[in-house]
C-alpha cells in the first residue's frame, strides 16, 4: 500500500517536514474559497493509498475543524484504502465535559465528525485532555514532544532549577519534564477569572532562591505564564525563568502580554513546537522545537505495522 503525506491548510510547513522525513513528497490539496466563506478542497492521487491527513485544528479554529472534515471525506471519496488523521494540535480539547447545564461537549462533536467523514485513526501530539481517546470512536495514538521539549528547556538550566506546574491541571506534565530532568516539582494553584485572566494564589514547594523551568501544555492567552511567573517572583524565586510548552497558541493579546518589559525581564526562555505555524521573530526568546521527526516516526511505524509503545505519551 503507497503512502500518502496530504497537506492541509493549517500548517503546511509541518507537513512538508514530515513528508520530507519520510522521503515523500506531499500531497498539496487545491482549496477554493468562495465568497461566502465556503471552501471546497480537491484530493488526488490517494486511490488505494494508505493516507495520513496532517491538519492541525488550531486558530482560527471552526475554519481548520471544517476543512479538515472536507480533506477527509474528499479521501474517503478519492478511494484512500485507509486514512489517518494527524491533528498534532486538537481544537476543543479543553471542551471534554459540561460545566454547567446546557453546554455542549465540543471534543466529543469534533471527533464524532472526523469519524463520519472517514477518519479510522487519530494521532494527536500532547492533548490537552486524557480523555481524548476515551471519547473519540476510532483508535487514537497520543504522542509526546515532552523529550524533545526537556533537552532543549534544559540546557543551561541550573542544577539547582525547580520545574513548576503553573495549575493542577500541568502537575502530571511537570512530573514527566522533572524525571527527565532530575529536578524537583513545585506547583502554582491558579484561580482562572475569565477566558483571559487568571490569579495565582499559592506556590507549592521550595523555590525560594531557585531558578524555575514552568512548563504546561499550550500557552493561549499567556495569562498562566503571567501569574505563575509572578507568582514565582513573589515567593523569592531566582529569575530569569525559563518555560516550555508543547503548543503555542498565542491567542488575542498574547504576545502583547508576553512582550511586556516587566514579564519579557522575567523569561529567559521560551520553548514550543511547531504543532502549529510559529514565528521565531515574534519574541526574542522564542525556541521552536520540531515535531516532524516525531510524527513521521509514528506514521512510519504505522504504516509498516510495527509496534508504536515507546513513541506514546504513557510509555
Not at 523551568?213 to 503571567?226: F, K, P
Request: hydrophobic share 50%.
Amino acid at each position: 500500500m503507497t503512502l500518502r503525506i496530504v497537506a492541509g491548510t493549517a500548517n503546511r510547513p509541518l507537513a512538508a517536514a514530515v513528508a520530507a522525513a519520510l522521503d515523500q513528497e506531499p500531497s498539496v490539496p487545491a482549496v477554493e474559497r468562495f465568497p461566502d466563506g465556503e471552501s471546497r478542497p480537491v484530493v488526488t492521487g490517494v486511490r488505494g493509498a494508505d493516507v495520513y491527513l496532517v491538519q492541525p485544528t488550531g486558530p482560527p479554529v471552526d475554519e481548520h475543524v471544517m476543512e479538515a472534515l472536507l480533506l477527509a471525506d474528499a479521501c474517503r471519496r478519492g478511494g484512500a484504502a485507509r486514512l489517518t488523521a494527524v491533528v498534532s494540535y486538537v481544537g476543543y480539547a479543553r471542551q471534554d465535559r459540561r460545566r454547567r447545564e446546557g453546554e455542549a461537549i465540543g471534543l466529543r462533536v469534533v471527533v464524532a465528525a472526523l469519524a463520519s467523514a472517514g477518519v479510522e485513526r487519530l494521532i494527536a501530539v500532547d492533548p490537552h485532555t486524557a480523555a481524548l481517546e476515551a471519547v473519540c470512536p476510532m483508535p487514537v495514538e497520543t504522542l509526546t514532544a515532552v523529550p524533545a521539549l526537556a533537552r532543549a528547556a534544559g540546557r543551561g538550566l541550573p542544577e539547582e532549577a525547580v520545574v513548576v506546574a503553573p495549575d493542577l491541571g500541568a502537575v502530571k506534565l511537570a512530573r514527566h519534564y522533572a524525571r527527565l530532568l532530575a529536578r524537583p516539582v513545585a506547583l502554582v494553584r491558579k484561580t482562572r477569572l475569565t477566558g483571559a485572566d487568571v490569579r495565582a494564589e499559592q506556590v507549592f514547594g521550595d523555590v525560594t532562591g531557585r531558578p524555575a523551568l514552568v512548563v504546561d501544555d499550550m500557552i493561549s492567552t499567556g495569562a498562566t505564564i503571567e501569574a505563575a511567573v509572578e507568582a514565582l517572583l513573589a515567593q523569592g524565586a531566582a529569575p530569569p525563568f525559563a518555560v516550555a510548552a508543547t503548543h503555542g497558541v498565542f491567542a488575542g493579546d498574547a504576545w502583547e502580554r508576553l512582550r511586556r518589559a516587566e514579564i519579557r525581564s522575567l523569561i529567559r526562555g521560551l520553548v514550543v513546537t511547531d504543532t502549529l505555524p510559529q514565528d521565531e521573530a515574534a519574541l526574542p526568546s522564542l525556541e521552536v522545537c520540531p515535531v516532524a521527526p516525531l510524527l513521521a516516526e509514528a506514521i512510519g511505524r504505522l504504516h509498516r505495522d510495527e509496534d508504536m509503545d515507546d513513541l506514546l505519551s504513557g510509555a
